[in-house]
């Protein structure tokens, strides 16, 4: 082993013997065949055992049989296992030695005139003390290790010999070293550092020793030693320092399972001499930096978070679960003052659960709900939040009780509180201030104490703030704070949501900030408050498990349906003729569209979504929560009728139908006087008939005239069962009711539940005419008697009045009423119940007629309720028609009388969709079908009846109804299995808007219908955990995340929405927990800043999501400075291994972030628009100082200019119409004549930049893609227009006597943009990722970092100028001394550029026209290539398929050498003095800058790629030679894109590689098999 060299460095580990001699060493190292150590870089010996010097890196031999960094981790190991483990035996020296290390480390602790230096790494502290010119300093290094003791000393004990040493040493200026063990815990150690700033090398010499103490801390003593002074001879010239250095490890508390342990490194160095304060710092970071690499070596800043994560979660939870077991089973003792507060804050709450003068607020949580009142003063506001919390009450309570749960705690800077403090009284009281600021500069600090306090009563938990001056004491009001007030009452009830316990919480505050706040203000901070609802629902959130349970419940009753075939519904989903599709809402789905005249218009959608297609149809069936998460902005969706009660009501009519009912003698008694009371009034004769609002309810009163008693009488027939139209008349607490009570004049209603068939009721009713309140107080019993009739008595009770006591200034009626349901024959399987309703009422007070008869009407407008909400008067006509002969019916008609008489099916819904924005409703009737075993439909009818009613000149309606107009909408939708989890989602809708709507609001109005489909399909795509997301599903996601932060509310910010979107989506949060900085490194991304701005960004919440945010910045900058989004990305990903490896494990991301990169450019002003106005801009700017200089030349009568410069204008534009031609002739000549427009107005460059900036794909009959479309434009326009109008400019400049400013801003513009155009190209396809994969030996030149990469732009730019303006001042001479000679100069050149070209058998250009064309084509644009490169020097004409690398080099130096050649000729032939004087000028300026400009380019490019610009390789051998080598097909098959010459020589080897792959690309259908490729392929092969 002692002959063998070895590594340099001080990073990994390695298990490196030092001599040949340490007999324990070489048993340690048995079986490690080739292990190596450093004798000196330059030559030296080691130990005198006769090591060679290093001439190469020796590792090889080594990872032969393990890898250096695995050895160096199994001696690490060893070392640690020793120091844990092993007794060690100490000599007197040794003892001597660790006491005085000791002793030292306790003294430089003392030092207290140290300067902090600037560390490498935050995590480490770095101090030293120096005084200049002297060679004495002291650092000290301080720092947390996330290791134990043993590993952290055995890291830097065995950091000086391992094997991965040699990477890291010359960062520490170690240019030689050399050990020697002496046994377990000492070693020799002798290195040689340079210092640099000019100064001598020093030497070392130190003996190094390691100690264990009885505590568990471990020194390491590094001292001087002269026992290798003979050994290791000073070497002439340099300087020996002395060194002094102690390593005290001492352990900590482990954060969870991750050992801690604190790290000192106190050095002292005299190294001799006078060293400068700059050297001595500089070189002391270097030695104090081996704290720097322990922290590196085992940094678990990752697992440290997610382990304090847990533990923060578990302490919160434990405190949570505490609470709510004190709630819950712990009896409580309230003094006077707290259930005076309890007391207060119910009545506060009461009186403001009542009001009507709230307004609503927005949000930032749709599902709670927010209401707000200004009162008394622009300070006061009084809010109101309601949620429904998937929790127990307990638990709800407990959690907003507590306060000081460390995930409260972490937010409070967001919430924008400076200051909180609790003080707990006991378990059911606290106080609590909160100073916080308002969020608007100049508004003062407020300061809320409170006192609170929770009490339980029944099932009921409330809790209660209250202004406090208990805190005064201990936390004094602070200057410049202002005490705000608030009075707050949470009430949390109990409520169930399937099997999930839930909770509804109502919040109200009275919050009075003092002084003047304007409304705005106000609004934004009751939002603010608010939070506390928003953080109790979603910390509780349920959703997706409600969800689950409710589909789950659905796909039970689907599957009890009868299959009923698809006949019905086939011809639904085929697509008229006219359709055009149209970019949908997302880019996974196929949207088309047909819009007619009058309003009509028609759509379809088709999206695969992942989920198994019952589990869709589940979902789309819940209208409402689908309506939750609309991506179609304005529309909303919601259930008409109480269809969301219909569990309820189901239930009910179960117990009337199956239910044995006991009654108690009373509830006998108001059944039997009900019955009389029913029919004692059907005996009555003066009823007069009342007009009912429907023809078929009967509806009878009387009344005389002041007098306060009315009786009525309603009836009907109801197409429902008897236990159907009891329960819904009997339910008086579902939602429906709740939406009915206000047409009924009911302003506050309460219901409690007695048993099973009787509740009470208690009611408060506006009867209008200025006439008072009336109160009711009822007791409502229902019985079912023997022969199937159900009656429900309604009767007047005293049994709630002191519960709920008559409010002043009301009026208590008296009634009576009485409902009978006597069930009738059924009209095919229509049950029919005949219904009568009586009622008595005594209403108190003078009543007129014309006020009994309209309140008696509303009264009796129950009837009517009941019998539209079963009406079945189309399925009863249709029944009715079956046996006579069938009229002529419309579409929609004849869609709903195909529809299969299943009497199974009860999945009906009435739906009203609402387009907010164009005040348009739809009323819909939505049924689902099984259609079998394999597929559901869902389909929409509207409801024509209705539309009709609601506009009928006799009925009045609301005004909100009358704002807007009724229109119709058919939808049908079906739901087809595709695999176990995967479903192929068809939805198609039929709009009629109206006669006046326009077709692009009908179309408008069809995508925003139509969206709805792609909300399903991201549902379930955001329940994929991150091994089931695909890369068209990563498209999604990002399209995802920038709709949300498109459409985010004003007060929410970008990061807010990143987080939330990360919280919804399965995948996005599993990533983040893994990889914590992609968290942040999504935020950044969003901002899109291309200077970073921290101070608008807040405090990063861990180091991983700061690292995350500083990644994620740097994208901005990267987008700037390439060609396309997929471009920008994979550059910047190239700079950070940690998004590689991300990218590498998830498919999804990469799309992912080119999506939401594509929408990011289209916003800013530096993207996409960007590109397009220096595109246009440029290009119309120089045609138009070229046709201004034309008319220059035609007005001063230079005739020869003009026709020149004319000629070059219309040679440009021809030939570039010319490749309009050839590339869109295969599409259509509509999108030829489209083409041809931009390039004759000088527009084509914006299209073409478009195109190419958001990554559009080549359409099938194109020749060649968008981007060698755009190359070869600009191809053109250089050869036609630029380089000829600079020649022409520039010979007018040298041949007139006088010459205008404008003539040399257009000559300088020209030659920029000429030099601009050139960088761009060259640019764009060496930064292209696909030519970079494809052809990585060509590609690649320009680095990926941004600096970089704009010197090497910059470079090109001015190279291609400059040579262009070379070029042409040379063909400018020659002309001048004679045509001849600048013709002869060009054709030489050319000629000789063609002969080479065929001699190598490279004269056939790569486009694969085919035929006569190609051989002219390539011809033309040989030569055309030719001439650009011989003028610009373009880089990537150096491609083999171009001009090529050594033809390229040779032609700049040509061009270069061609201009003193010619001034020489010029001035020989009697050349003007002035023309000669300016021609040495541009030479003498040029030459330098061109040359300064390729030497900066050569330094800066990649070294790797500097060889293509030298290459000898043709075009058809680089495609071929890519052909054999490639290890992929996609790369193979680009032999298919270039010409088929060159396919000459392997032709064979194509056809045997397509014959033998070709029957599974059918299958598997690459993305490069595209139909330009499929087209390309022989057929015979």
Not at 348 to 365: G, I
Not at 759 to 773: C, D, M, Q, V
Not at 1175 to 1202: K, P
């Amino acid at each position: 082993a002692g002959d063998e060299p070895s590594a340099v460095g001080t990073e990994t580990v390695a298990n490196v013997p030092c001599c040949a001699d340490d007999d324990d060493y070489i048993q340690a190292e048995e079986g490690h065949a080739g292990t190596s150590f450093k004798g000196r870089e330059g030559g030296g010996e080691c130990g005198g055992a006769g090591n060679k010097n290093i001439a190469e890196d020796a590792s090889a031999e080594s990872s032969a049989v393990k890898s250096d960094k695995k050895l160096d981790q199994e001696e690490l190991e060893r070392i640690a296992n020793i120091i844990r483990n092993e007794e060690q035996v100490y000599s007197e020296e040794e003892k001597r030695a660790i006491r005085e290390g000791k002793e030292f480390y306790e003294k430089c602790k003392g030092i207290k005139n140290v300067k902090n230096l600037v560390s490498p790494d935050s995590r480490v502290e770095m101090k030293m003390v120096h005084v200049d010119g002297e060679s004495l300093g002291t650092g000290i290094a301080t720092a947390v290790v996330d290791a134990s003791v043993e590993e952290c000393a055995a890291f830097i004990y065995q950091s000086l010999h391992q094997r991965n040493l040699k990477k890291t040493a010359k960062k520490y200026g170690i240019i030689e070293y050399h050990i020697k063990h002496v046994n377990d815990h000492t070693l020799y150690y002798a290195n040689t550092r340079d210092l640099g700033f000019f100064l001598k090398k020093r030497e070392v010499r130190s003996k190094i020793t390691w100690k264990k103490g009885d505590n568990g801390d471990v020194v390491i003593y590094c001292s001087d030693t002269k026992d290798l002074s003979d050994e290791y001879p000073v070497q002439g010239g340099n300087v020996l320092a002395s060194v002094n250095s102690v390593l005290h490890f001492q352990q900590l508390d482990s954060i969870g399972e991750i050992p801690q342990t604190a790290v000192t490194f106190t050095i002292r160095i005299d190294a001799g001499g006078n060293i400068p304060t700059v050297a001595a710092n500089y070189n002391g970071k270097k030695f104090l930096s081996q704290v720097s690499d322990l922290k590196k070596k085992f940094d678990k800043t990752k697992e440290i978070a997610v382990c304090k994560r847990r533990l923060d979660d578990e302490v919160d939870q434990a405190a949570l679960d505490r609470l709510v077991d004190i709630i819950r089973n712990e009896e409580q003792d309230y003094d006077d003052e707290e259930k005076r507060a309890i007391k207060k804050g119910k009545e506060f709450f009461e009186k403001c659960n009542k009001s009507t003068t709230f307004y609503q607020l927005d949000s930032p949580d749709k599902r709670v709900r927010m209401r707000l009142v200004h009162v008394g003063s622009d300070s006061l506001a009084i809010g109101i939040a309601t949620a429904v919390v998937d929790a127990s009450v307990e638990e709800c309570a407990a959690y907003e009780f507590r306060k000081d749960f460390k995930a409260k705690i972490a937010g409070l800077q967001k919430q924008r509180v400076l200051k909180q403090e609790i003080k707990k009284l006991n378990n059911h009281s606290q106080l609590y201030l909160s100073r916080r600021k308002l969020g608007v500069k100049g508004l003062w600090v407020r300061d809320w104490r409170v006192k609170g306090t929770w009490k339980r009563e029944g099932e009921d938990i409330w809790t209660v703030y209250n202004d406090t001056v208990e805190f005064d004491q201990d936390h004094p009001l602070v200057p410049g704070s202002i005490r705000a007030s608030t009075v707050t009452t949470w009430l949390y009830e109990p409520m169930k949501i399937g099997d999930i316990q839930a909770t509804k919480a109502t919040f109200i505050a009275r919050i009075d900030v003092k002084l003047f706040v304007p409304n705005v203000i106000m609004n934004k901070l009751a939002v603010g408050f608010a939070n506390n609802m928003i953080a109790l629902r979603k910390k509780f959130d349920k959703t997706k498990e409600i969800d689950a349970n409710k589909r789950l419940q659905t796909v039970k009753e689907m599957r009890k349906l009868t299959a009923e075939g698809s006949e019905t519904f086939e011809g639904r989903f085929e697509e008229p003729e006219g359709t055009e599709e149209v970019i949908g809402a997302i880019s996974a789905a196929k949207t088309m569209v047909k819009v007619e005249e009058g309003g009509k218009g028609w759509g379809k959608a088709e999206v695969i979504v992942r989920t198994g297609f019952e589990d869709a149809a589940a979902f789309f069936w819940d209208v409402e929560r689908l309506g939750e998460l609309s991506l179609s902005k304005g529309l909303e969706r919601v259930v008409e009728k109480g269809a969301e009660d219909f569990e309820e009501l189901e239930r009910i009519a179960n117990i009337i139908r199956n239910g044995e009912q006991v009654y108690s003698e009373e509830e006998l008694r108001s059944i039997k006087e009900g019955k009389e009371f029913h029919e004692k009034c059907k005996g009555i004769k003066n009823f007069k008939n009342l007009v009912s609002p429907d023809s078929r309810v009967e509806m009878k009163g009387v009344h005389v005239d002041g007098e306060s008693l009315l009786t009525g009488i309603a009836m009907t027939v109801v197409d429902a069962s008897v236990e159907e139209c009891v329960a819904s008349s009997y339910c008086y607490n579902g939602r429906a009711f709740q939406k009915q009570s206000k047409k009924m004049g009911i302003t506050e209603y309460h219901f409690k539940k007695v048993n099973e068939h009787t509740h009470y009721y208690i009611s408060t009713r506006k009867l209008g005419f200025l006439l008072n309140p009336r109160e009711g107080r009822s007791k409502i019993t229902w019985m079912k008697e023997e022969d199937g009739k159900v009656v429900i008595d309604v009767s007047d009770i005293k049994d709630v009045m002191e519960e709920y006591p008559l409010k002043e200034g009301n009026v208590l009626v008296s009634a009576h009423s009485v409902w009978m349901f006597e069930p009738l024959d059924p009209i095919g399987e229509i049950p029919q119940t005949a219904v009568t309703f009586t009622t008595r009422v005594d209403a108190g007070g003078n009543i007129p007629t014309v006020a009994a008869n309209y309140n008696g009407k509303k009264f009796l407008s129950q009837v009517s309720d009941l019998k539209k909400k079963f009406d079945k008067t189309k399925e009863i006509a249709t029944y009715k028609r079956r046996s006579k002969e069938k009229p002529k019916l419309s579409e929609h008609a004849l869609i709903m009388q195909s529809m299969p008489d299943n009497k199974n099916n009860k999945f009906k819904l009435e739906v009203r969709a609402i387009e907010n924005t164009k005040q348009r409703e739809f009323f819909s009737t939505m049924m689902l079908h099984k259609v079998d075993a394999k597929s559901i439909v869902i389909n929409s009818l509207p409801k024509v009846e209705d539309l009709e009613r609601i506009q009928s000149p006799t009925r009045r309606r609301s005004p909100f109804l009358s704002a807007l107009s009724k229109c119709r909408e058919t939808t049908t939708v079906r739901f087809t299995k595709v695999k176990e989890r995967e479903t192929k989602v068809e939805f198609v809708t039929e709009l009629e808007l109206g006669t006046g709507v326009k077709k692009r609001a009908v179309q408008e109005s069809l995508e925003k219908h139509l969206a709805v489909h792609a909300d399903v399909a991201i549902y379930f795509l955001n329940l994929l955990g991150r091994d089931k997301v695909t890369e068209s599903e990563g498209k999604v996601m990002g399209e995802q995340l920038m709709l949300k932060i498109k459409h985010r509310e004003k007060e929410r910010s970008k990061e807010e929405v990143v987080k939330a979107f990360i919280e919804d989506n399965k995948a996005l949060k599993e990533l983040v927990e893994k990889e914590e900085f992609f968290g942040g490194l999504l935020c950044a991304v969003v901002w899109n800043r291309l200077r970073r701005d921290a101070s608008k960004e807040g405090v990063a919440g861990s180091v991983e999501e700061e690292k995350g945010r500083l990644i994620g910045s740097k994208l901005a900058m990267t987008m700037a400075t390439t060609l396309t989004t997929k471009h920008a990305v994979e550059e910047w990903s190239l700079q950070f291994p940690e998004v590689q490896e991300a990218m590498d494990e998830n498919i999804w991301i990469r799309p992912m972030l080119e999506n939401i990169t594509i929408k990011l450019m289209e916003r800013v002003a530096w993207g996409i628009q960007m590109r397009v106005f220096i595109g246009a801009v440029t290009s119309m700017t120089d045609m138009a100082t070229d046709i201004y200089v034309t008319r220059n030349f035609l007005i001063d009568g230079e005739y020869e200019y003009f026709h020149a410069s004319l000629a070059s204008l219309i040679a440009s534009v021809g030939l570039q119409l010319i490749c309009v031609i050839l590339q869109n002739r295969g599409v259509s000549w509509r999108r030829v004549l489209q083409e041809s427009s931009s390039v004759i107005i000088g527009f084509k460059p914006a299209v073409d930049a478009y195109r190419v900036a958001t990554s559009q794909k080549q359409m099938k009959g194109q020749v060649v893609d968008p981007v060698r479309e755009m190359t070869v434009a600009r191809i053109i326009e250089l050869f036609a227009e630029a380089i000829p109008g600079v020649l022409i400019q520039l010979m007018a400049v040298a041949t007139s006597k006088k010459v205008g400013i404008f003539s040399w801003v257009s000559l300088g513009f020209s030659a920029f943009t000429t030099g601009f155009v050139s960088a761009t190209l060259s640019y764009d396809w060496d930064t292209d990722p696909r030519n970079r994969a494809m052809q990585p030996k060509f590609y690649g030149f320009i680095p990926a970092q941004a600096a970089k990469r704009v010197i090497v732009f910059g470079s090109m730019m001015t190279i291609s100028a400059g040579m262009l303006m070379i070029r042409a001042m040379t063909i400018v001479l020659l002309g001048l001394v004679g045509w001849n000679w600048a013709f002869a100069y060009i054709g030489l050149d050319l000629s000789l550029y063609l002969v080479v070209k065929t001699l190598k058998g490279d004269f056939w250009y790569w486009a694969p026209l085919g035929g006569y064309v190609e051989v002219v084509v390539s011809l033309f644009f040989r030569v055309i290539v030719k001439v650009i490169n011989d003028f610009m020097s373009l880089m990537q004409l150096r491609h083999p398929q171009e001009v090529g690398g050594a033809y390229w080099a040779f032609s700049a130096l040509l061009t270069i050498a061609s201009l003193p050649v010619a001034i020489m000729i010029y001035m020989n032939n009697g050349g003007d003095a002035k023309t000669l004087s300016f021609a040495w000028t541009v030479f003498w300026i040029l030459l330098p800058t061109v040359s300064f400009c390729t030497l900066i380019f050569v330094l800066t490019v990649e070294k790797t790629h500097v060889n293509t610009f030298f290459s000898t390789e043709t075009g058809k051998v680089s495609n071929q030679s890519r052909f054999k080598n490639a290890k992929d097909d996609a790369t193979k098959a680009l032999v298919f894109r270039w010409t088929k010459h060159y396919w000459v020589g392997i032709e064979d080897d194509m056809r045997l590689w397509v014959q033998q792959n070709w029957s599974r690309w059918k299958e598997e259908k690459p993305k490069w098999l595209d139909e330009i490729t499929r087209s390309r392929i022989p057929v015979e092969w």
